[in-house]
């Protein structure tokens, strides 16, 4: 018999040839079993190869542009939440280890942002980011801007201008934020 086709327990298929099945000597003959074989290879592998494809290279790509555009609007984003004291938005923009450094050498993470919101000591008035830089490597990115605020931390004037950089990594097709340094530019 040539070229049963059959299905092992697996969801892979195989081209069984019987041993006494006469090899045909003629090029044209579309039934030899080496003409069977590639066409009983060629669909399911070439299925195969696009069901591996990563379902991320089928979907569009978000270009370096939209990258761009998302995280400037998660960094305006964030800056609203501070006047606002909302901590939900701030949740869905920092992520859970997050860590940061402040002007004064301070270490601190989402939690301690949290407490302050609540606490009510930090007040924000405005937040004006004057200049955003985005560099997107992969699903890394890290985000350099210099912003002004009038501000103040239990009741002490703490408004200037500084330059901040923060890091953010895609996750799940979100962008989090993982990192930020802080500097407070001198004379302001």
């Known amino acids: 018999m040539i070229g049963r ?6 969801t892979a298929y195989a081209l069984y040839i019987d041993a006494d099945t006469p090899v045909s000597s003629n090029a044209s003959d579309p039934n030899t079993p080496m003409r069977l074989l590639y066409r009983s290879l060629l669909v399911p592998l070439a299925t195969l190869g696009l069901a591996c494809e990563p379902n991320s290279a089928r979907a569009s790509a978000p270009t370096v542009a939209d990258d761009e555009k998302a995280l400037t609007q998660i960094e305006d984003n964030w800056g609203n939440a501070l006047i606002k004291r909302d901590g939900a938005a701030i949740q869905a923009i920092v992520a859970p280890e997050y860590r940061g450094l402040d002007s004064d050498g301070n270490i601190y993470q989402l939690a301690d942002i949290l407490a302050v919101l609540k606490s009510g000591k930090l007040s924000v008035d405005t937040y004006r980011v004057e200049k955003y830089k985005v560099l997107v490597i992969g699903d890394t990115a890290v985000v350099y801007g210099f912003e002004t605020e ?25 962008w989090q934020c993982i990192s930020t340094q802080e500097t407070r530019l001198p004379g302001h």
Request: net charge positive; hydrophobic share 20%; glycine share 6%.
């Open 5 to 10: 086709l059959k299905r092992p327990p697996s």
């Open 150 to 174: 009038v501000s103040s931390y239990d009741k002490k004037d703490t408004s200037g201008h500084f330059c901040w950089s923060d890091v953010y990594l895609r996750r799940n097709g979100h």
